[in-house]
Nanobody, 126 residues
Framework: QVQLVESGGGLVQAGGSLRLSCAASGRTFDINAMGWFRQTPEKERELVAAISSGGSTYYADSLKGRFTISGDNTKNTAYLQMDSLKPEDTAVYYC????????????????????WGQGTQVTVSS
């Protein structure tokens, strides 16, 4: 089993920044990629960004340039730097870990991820 704990969510004004962290523990050697997804009551869970164990990164097209994913393998932690935030970025953000090998198609799909964090709320005020 892998446990994921997110932190860093909160309330920010439009144009501001937040940095989310996701710390993994347990069978971390099972992880081949970590991803960030977000969900609102109106939308299905959608990929924000993902990073493979080799350092390849994948982003939702609409978020490229504003969001940056990174990872620290020594700390088993993934980060999501969110800049120029907009009210439409308001959502619950979930960290996820995948044992699957793959590329952009694989890591864009929520069902490729076996382990999920509890979610952290990000609210962007206008």
């Amino acid at each position: 089993q892998v446990q994921l704990v997110e932190s860093g969510g909160g309330l920010v004004q439009a144009g501001g920044s937040l940095r989310l962290s996701c710390a993994a523990s347990g069978r971390t050697f099972d992880i081949n990629a970590m991803g960030w997804f977000r969900q609102t009551p109106e939308k299905e869970r959608e990929l924000v960004a993902a990073i493979s164990s080799g350092g390849s990164t994948y982003y939702a097209d609409s978020l490229k340039g504003r969001f940056t994913i990174s990872g620290d393998n020594t700390k088993n932690t993934a980060y999501l730097q969110m800049d120029s935030l907009k009210p439409e970025d308001t959502a619950v953000y979930y960290c996820a870990a995948s044992p699957t090998y793959g590329g952009s198609y694989t890591y864009s799909r929520a069902n490729s991820y076996t382990y999920w964090g509890q979610g952290t709320q990000v609210t962007v005020s206008s």
